[in-house]
């Protein structure tokens, strides 16, 4: 009752921080202040894909008025290759390395770069398990917005931050803090993370805090452990002087808790809005869990460290985040299933971390604070509709980190794509069904774009209520560009037309979007929807409706990002003269069927024999029909149309 409360009060700020979201909305989990490094589809170097990581143990001395940083990491893993002669791994040429161990014993090394190839005694064959020892100390500082994101501090008071060190490692960063191998589809199994620190100072970090331990005079050592596998961009610390502001929530129709685990600053009171998001978020992980299936991490715990960051970066367990909103603060907690629990295979297919997140901010805030009070998330999502920007959601290009987390496509155009998806199965009991699949199949490992295609077909099969998934996929994610409509309607007596002409915004990308879409009919006495299929560039649609229109819509709830180039009546979709039309009946006569083509939208059709004897009969929103004539005699046979009061006779015969 406590939080309910509190979450009606954030209710009523959330207008108020609308607009400071917005600012900061664009910033989530990518620093627009971080240097932008190449983009890689591989590891630095061949090398390391002959290894796979099982374990990495970190004992680091950090302090949170520098980001020099100085320790020993040790990682274990196993050989995958046919032998392993040399063990290749990155970290930054800031660091001096001290020394390396192989298995315990000293081995030698050579630098290229922030790469680093150790020279193995003797190579390790296939199978063979191995340690390597590394140590290094940084004596560099850098300042604040360095452009050095992977470790990062602000050594004095900064707006509302007090001195922090922390590390932001996404998406090539790690290199800058730790040696390691950054590569998304080789996850760590598991991190224990010693983090020695002064008295005064607590440090956050991934899974359960097992012990805080005083090792020398004025220093304690915070000993974490992540045992659920881990990607290395994931793998975080934050070192300030820190209060611990925790509580536990409880999953629905279960006595299981999680802990929710939150570094304040100490002498630093978190504001209303603030404290509302945090206590919020057990809440928030609850609903979640009732979508995704339970929140992954729930053994050890789910938290936030605060730091000195223009956004959040949804590190494993324990997310790093500048300001707690509840659109941030909710993006961030949806990483721990999109992004930490099943991760990205590549960085093209990022938008499995960052749309899905952005889709999941909007969940969350829909059911808490209600339709009205989140429509503006689709209109952010649709932003793009207003662009004849040549890209997809899918990153081909991945050359610069600028590219990968492009706002605009990954973030939201694929949490648009994301909400069609939904629209097109029309079916929210399918829809969770395989997202949940897709967190339990894929739990602990990657995904692509494609391995949600592949899962949705195997719910769908190929087609969905008229929409081809294959092609639904391949248009909305790889290709380029929307629908653009310009509406036409009409009205006279109880016949309303809608005429939906379709253009693209990036015609050499994709020419046609299929897609059901949904109309609106506004009267003074009440409206009314009816959702259709566009299958057509140019399609009028024909309803029966008893009021007098005044405004036609498309697409009232923005479930289908497209851009209304123009809406207005025209009176051509009236009462159409059929005698004007081009109708034509073959072949007749004719031995089995006739075949009607160019039949207006909305034609009624009469077959009766010679003495009017009614024999078939149908209503039709079809331009072309066919008429069997296999069970009739031979003879001669009259076809009458009418279409809302016009009417034109065929005679036809049957040999
Ligand atoms: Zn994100």
Redesign the pocket.
């Known amino acids: 009752m406590k939080n309910l409360i509190r979450l009606v009060i954030a209710a009523t700020l959330l207008f108020a921080s609308q607009h400071l979201c917005a600012q900061y909305s664009h910033q989530?989990?990518?620093d627009a202040a971080g240097d932008d490094v190449a983009g890689k589809t591989t590891v630095a170097s061949p090398l390391e894909d002959a290894y796979d990581v099982h374990h990495v143990k970190f004992n680091l001395k950090v302090t949170n008025t520098t980001n020099a940083i100085s320790g020993d990491v040790t990682t274990t893993a196993s050989v995958v290759a046919s032998s392993l002669g040399v063990y290749a791994f990155e970290l930054d040429t800031a660091y001096t390395i001290d020394s390396i161990y192989i298995n315990g014993t000293t081995a030698t090394w050579t630098d290229t770069g922030s790469l680093h190839l150790v020279n193995l005694v003797s190579a390790l064959p296939m199978g063979a398990t191995f340690t390597a020892h590394i140590f290094y100390r940084n004596l560099h500082t850098f300042s604040f917005f360095s452009g050095n994101v992977g470790i990062r501090c602000n050594p004095t008071f900064y707006n509302l931050f007090q001195p922090t060190t922390f590390t932001i490692s996404e998406a090539y960063h790690a290199c800058k803090w730790w040696p390691c191998k950054q590569s998304l589809r080789d996850k760590i199994d598991s991190v224990d993370m010693w983090v020695t620190v002064p008295d005064s100072l607590m440090a956050g970090s991934n899974g359960k805090l097992l012990a805080t331990i005083s090792v020398a005079p004025g220093y304690k050592r915070y000993e974490w452990k992540e045992r659920y596998p881990i990607d290395y961009y994931l793998i975080s610390i934050a070192v300030a002087n820190y209060v611990d502001y925790s509580y536990y929530m409880h999953f629905t129709g279960s006595t299981d808790s999680l802990l929710i685990q939150n570094f304040v600053y100490a002498n630093m009171p978190i504001d209303t809005v603030e404290r509302n998001a945090i206590d919020s978020i057990g809440l928030v992980v609850d609903y979640f869990s009732t979508l995704f299936g339970r929140y992954p991490f729930w053994k050890e715990k789910y938290g936030h460290c605060r730091v000195p960051y223009g956004?959040?970066?949804?590190n494993q367990t324990m997310t790093s985040l500048g300001y707690f909103f509840s659109e941030i603060a909710s993006?961030?907690l949806?990483?721990q299933w999109f992004?930490d629990n099943v991760t990205c295979s590549t960085w093209g297919d990022i938008t499995m971390?960052?749309g899905f997140?952005?889709y999941c901010a909007f969940l969350a805030d829909r059911h808490f604070y209600g339709h009205d009070a989140t429509m503006y998330y689709l209109t952010n999502f649709h932003y793009f509709v207003n662009t004849t920007i040549p890209e997809s959601v899918y990153r081909s290009d991945t050359s610069s980190e600028t590219v990968i987390f492009n706002s605009t496509m990954v973030?939201d155009k694929g949490a648009a794509v994301i909400h069609m998806l939904r629209y097109i199965l029309d079916d929210d009991a399918t829809f969770f069904s395989i997202l949940r699949s897709y967190q339990s199949v894929l739990a602990g490992r990657n995904a692509s774009i494609d391995d949600l295609r592949q899962l949705t077909e195997i719910y769908t099969g190929s087609t969905v209520n008229g929409i081809n998934v294959d092609t639904f996929f391949n248009q909305w994610f790889y290709e380029q560009g929307c629908p653009r409509y310009n509406v036409r309607w009409y009205q006279s007596g109880a016949d309303v037309w809608v005429k939906l002409i379709q253009s693209t915004s990036v015609p050499a990308s994709v020419a046609f979007f299929r897609t059901p879409i949904e109309i609106k009919l506004k009267s003074a006495t009440g409206d009314t929807v009816i959702k259709v299929l566009n299958d057509q560039l140019n399609q009028v649609f024909h309803f029966n409706w008893d009021r007098t229109t005044d405004t036609v819509l498309l697409d009232p709830e923005k479930w289908v990002a497209y851009r209304l180039l123009a809406v207005g009546k025209d009176s051509t979709l009236t009462v159409p003269d059929l005698s004007a039309l081009t109708i034509t009946v073959s072949p007749n006569p004719t031995t089995n069927k006739w075949t009607v083509n160019n039949l207006p939208i909305g034609s009624d059709l009469m077959l009766t024999d010679i003495n009017g004897k009614v024999l078939w009969k149908r209503h039709t929103e079809e331009e072309n029909v066919n008429i069997s004539a296999n069970q009739y005699p031979t003879g001669v046979y009259i076809l009458n149309i009418t279409n809302c009061g016009s009417r034109i006779v065929f005679r036809l015969s049957k040999f």
Do not use: P
């Open positions: 989530i989990c990518k956004g959040g970066m949804e993006h961030e949806a990483h992004g971390n960052e997140a952005s973030y």
